[in-house]
């Protein structure tokens, strides 16, 4: 077609315009030529590699609770409030509105504009009018990103032509991204994402038009004033505005019902009203992202506000209570135990005040937590087969070596079950069980706890059991936690999206479930007994040696709670005592819980493994016929030790002497008197605390006494002597032993063992079976309710 074109031009037009023609052609052409040598020049260094625009910025981090509301807008470290916020994130209004007012010619020009500095220059230095630089978006950019000095020419032409390098390197999109974050909106506040929080109270995406407006008149009124009272736009500030609506209206349209709202004043939220909430835990979030090499511009954190001012209320009432005893301080952490969030942290009474050390962080210093850790102690006995909650211990003057511990109020109470030990705070029974802890001993479990900075275990020696280590309120939370999670322990969750780990497994289910049980029989100093509340309340305090700190830590419904009492100047004051001080705090911020939150208990679920019999409490053994105080305790099978009581034995008496007949003399001669047996070092003690015990007669006149078991021991039937048995893991319905006997009729319950392992009570008559585990040698007993016993030899043999 073009051919034929060209054949009917030379035939037809007259010489000169087919000249013209060609050449008109021929410049068009190198027209074409330069154009596309100069868009090459342009364009190309986009190709390079090059740094981002926000690569020379410090930012903000902005800390969020868990439902989105600003807890606390930090400053970047040049002083400046800055938020970067992606273009994609910003409202299209907030675009149009800034082009509008700053460069309608945005994306016609290369970086500068000549007619608008043109028109700047000319009402600047002819017309003598208000300064006017007539400035671009990108020469605006160049002059913050560069800090130019543009009041003079050579600045000026410095600002130019980086603007011009700027377009050049970046897309329009980049540029005006860069531009929306490096804009001065008032005071030190930079950037359209900052100045939204700040001024709004929201992020710049939720912006409505009447507010993407006022921000977008900010860069160029950047001092204009806001009443400090009302926080209500100026005079100034709301007039132009109102200049920008119109324009924005004469060229984008807006409706009727928006426009009107642009007739209403408007505040903007000042600096000094910025919400500075949970500072003390905002501040250890920084912390670990700058040890962590992280710089996050925004988190969202566990926290949930409504517990934070929950917890900061109580604990400043509590310390205007106390003040006259000279307690000022006190610190506090909430955990909920299902997801290991942090959802309240108080580190201090009063985060700005000098003389209490307000800004040391409470809740993640070290501290000597006196008793507050001796619910581990006895945990990790009852898991190391050392205990039962019926075992009874000696809470007696003892030395361990040359550690001589003494109890709180100086005393001594005897003979103790470990629930009751565990209760009252006793501190023998507890050094006690720490010197028979092993794999893992105490100090293990608190190391394996992620208890940091600990010394070595022979620094603390046995002193470990009352408080020789130190240990923060956040650390000893999770310890808690990891009781009402089952034995499983967890690092705490500071921010929603750090995922929950599976957790490592410190203790067992049955301990765990044990120890909460007898913690919650613990009187409560509310008033509330203990065994009439439907929700339990697991808690124990501490009292740190030379009374600097005193504690309290347990557990609410799904919440670890811990509370630490004390001074950061480390005086000693008699007035610090867990019970007294920190009890009461303890139980106030949990009788808030209970009103303002629907608190369930996840810790009543009895594991299956556990059982229930009944022991004679005076020994914490199981019951014989002659036992005189009996109750029920928590047993785990295969662990909890276990044998048949001897405190309670018959003895026969001559009718006429009273004294012990001996072997060979005619019983029925005799009468059988039950005595309590019990072993010098207690009865001296009974006696000590003037309940002196009746103590059996003397036999030495025998050479053998008449023994006090009577009737027939039982006979095992099951299984024969000397049996073996072949155990196939491919059936299951073989895996089991079946144990049975023969018993005495005065007999009631039958005690079966494996070697010291207590299998299981069986009423007369009724069978038994046991699951072994391994192959061996196996000693199986049988012993009566009133301690006579038989016994059996067997083997095992696994097979698959």
């Known amino acids: 077609m073009l051919r034929r074109i060209g054949i009917f031009l030379k035939k037809a037009a007259p010489p000169a315009i087919v000249y013209w023609i060609r050449r008109s052609g021929a410049f068009l052409g190198n027209i074409a030529a330069v154009l596309a040598i100069v868009l090459t020049i342009v364009y190309l260094p986009r190709l390079f590699p090059k740094a981002s625009l926000k690569d020379d910025l410090l930012f903000s981090a902005a800390y969020y609770d868990r439902e989105g509301e600003l807890m606390r807008l930090t400053l970047a470290k040049d002083d400046r409030f800055r938020v970067w916020t992606p273009l994609s994130e910003t409202p299209q209004s907030l675009i149009d509105a800034t082009l509008l007012r700053e460069d309608r010619y945005f994306y016609y020009h290369l970086g500068f504009n000549p007619a608008s500095l043109i028109r700047g220059a000319w009402i600047t230095y002819i017309k003598n009018g208000d300064r006017q630089g007539g400035s671009?978006?990108?020469?605006?950019?160049?002059?913050?990103?560069?800090?130019?000095?543009?009041?003079?020419i050579g600045g000026k032409l410095e600002q130019i032509v980086r603007a011009v390098w700027l377009e050049m390197r970046y897309s329009k999109n980049e540029i005006l991204e860069a531009y929306l974050n490096y804009a001065p909106y008032g005071r030190n506040i930079e950037g359209a994402g900052a100045a939204s929080l700040i001024y709004f109270d929201k992020s710049l995406n939720e912006l409505a038009p009447t507010e993407t407006?006022?921000?977008?008149?900010?860069?160029?009124?950047?001092?204009?004033?806001?009443?400090?009272?009302?926080?209500?736009?100026?005079?100034?500030?709301?007039?132009?505005?109102?200049?920008?609506?119109?324009?924005?209206?004469?060229?984008?349209?807006?409706?009727?019902?928006?426009?009107?709202l642009f007739n209403l004043p408007f505040k903007l939220r000042q600096i000094e009203r910025l919400p500075f909430r949970a500072p003390h835990f905002v501040e250890a979030l920084a912390r670990e992202d700058y040890l962590a090499g992280r710089s996050p511009s925004a988190v969202t954190t566990t926290i949930d506000l409504d517990l934070q001012t929950l917890l900061e209320t109580q604990i400043k009432n509590h310390i205007r209570k106390s003040a006259a005893l000279g307690a000022r301080n006190a610190a506090a952490i909430l955990l909920d135990v299902r997801d290991m969030s942090v959802v309240a942290a108080v580190g201090s009474a009063d985060y700005f005040s000098d003389a209490i050390y307000g800004q040391i962080n409470g809740f993640a210093t070290k501290r000597s937590p006196g008793s507050a850790l001796k619910p581990f102690i006895y945990a990790l006995a009852i898991d190391q087969g050392l205990i039962h909650p019926q075992t009874v211990l000696k809470d007696m003057p003892t030395a361990f070596g040359v550690y001589e511990p003494e109890?709180?109020?100086?005393?001594?109470?005897?003979?103790i079950s470990a629930r009751q030990a565990l209760v009252k705070s006793r501190n023998i029974p507890a050094v006690y069980l720490v010197g028979k802890l092993a794999n893992p001993s105490f100090y293990d479990f608190l190391k394996s706890a992620k208890?940091?900075?600990?010394?070595?275990?022979?620094?603390?020696?046995?002193?470990?059991?009352?408080?020789?280590?130190?240990?923060?309120?956040?650390?000893?939370?999770?310890?808690?936690?990891?009781?009402?999670?089952?034995?499983?322990?967890?690092?705490?969750?500071?921010?929603?999206?750090?995922?929950?780990?599976?957790?490592?497994?410190?203790?067992?289910?049955?301990?765990?479930?044990?120890?909460?049980?007898?913690?919650?029989?613990a009187p409560r100093v509310d008033g509330i007994p203990a065994e009439s509340d439907a929700l339990p309340i697991y808690w124990k305090t501490g009292t740190s040696r030379g009374f600097?700190?005193?504690?309290?830590?347990?557990?609410?419904?799904?919440?670890?709670?811990?509370?630490?009492?004390?001074?950061?100047?480390?005086?000693?004051?008699?007035?610090f005592v867990g019970a007294e001080r920190a009890a009461p705090l303890f139980f106030t911020i949990a009788r808030s819980l209970r009103s303002t939150r629907r608190l369930i208990d996840p810790n009543r679920v009895v594991p299956p493994a556990l059982k229930r019999v009944e022991v004679c409490l005076s020994s914490g053994d199981l019951v014989t016929a002659w036992c005189k105080r009996r109750g029920k305790s928590w047993f785990i099978p295969?662990?909890?030790?276990?044998?048949?009581?001897?405190?309670?034995?018959?003895?026969?008496?001559?009718?006429?002497?009273?004294?012990?007949?001996?072997?060979?003399?005619?019983?029925?001669?005799?009468?059988?008197?039950?005595?309590?047996?019990?072993?010098?070092?207690?009865?001296?003690?009974?006696?000590?605390?003037?309940?002196?015990?009746?103590?059996?007669?003397d036999t030495r006149h025998c050479s053998e006494a008449v023994s006090f078991v009577a009737g027939s021991p039982p006979a095992i039937a099951s299984p024969l002597r000397n049996a073996s048995y072949a155990i196939r893991f491919s059936k299951p319905n073989e895996r089991r032993v079946v144990f049975s006997a023969a018993s005495d009729a005065e007999t009631q319950e039958l005690y079966w063992f494996v070697g010291d392992e207590f299998i299981g009570a069986a009423k007369r008559g009724d069978i038994l079976s046991w699951e072994p585990k391994r192959s061996g040698r196996f000693t199986v007993r049988a012993i009566d309710d009133r301690g006579r016993s038989d016994a059996r030899e067997l083997q095992i043999i696994m097979m698959e």
């Open 213 to 260: 407006l006022a921000l977008a008149v900010l860069p160029q009124s950047p001092s204009a004033r806001v009443d400090k009272n009302t926080s209500y736009a100026g005079e100034k500030l709301f007039l132009a505005r109102q200049e920008l609506f119109e324009a924005y209206r004469e060229k984008f349209g807006i409706d009727d019902k928006e426009a009107a």
């Open 407 to 415: 109890n709180f109020d100086g005393g001594f109470m005897g003979p």
């Open 638 to 697: 295969g662990v909890s030790p276990i044998k048949v009581d001897t405190v309670y034995r018959p003895v026969w008496l001559d009718k006429i002497s009273g004294k012990p007949l001996c072997k060979g003399e005619d019983i029925n001669n005799g009468k059988m008197v039950i005595y309590e047996f019990y072993a010098s070092d207690i009865l001296s003690l009974f006696r000590r605390a003037g309940l002196p015990k009746r103590e059996p007669p």
């Open 136 to 152: 671009t978006l990108s020469m605006q950019l160049a002059r913050m990103r560069h800090k130019l000095n543009t009041r003079t």
């Open 451 to 521: 208890v940091e900075k600990m010394a070595s275990e022979e620094h603390y020696g046995l002193a470990l059991a009352l408080g020789g280590g130190e240990v923060t309120p956040l650390e000893v939370a999770k310890l808690y936690a990891t009781l009402a999670n089952g034995g499983i322990y967890n690092e705490a969750r500071k921010r929603m999206d750090q995922p929950k780990e599976g957790g490592d497994r410190l203790l067992s289910r049955e301990a765990s479930f044990i120890t909460l049980d007898m913690l919650s029989s």
């Open 548 to 575: 600097r700190d005193a504690w309290c830590a347990g557990l609410i419904g799904q919440y670890a709670l811990v509370v630490w009492f004390g001074n950061f100047d480390n005086k000693p004051n008699p007035a």
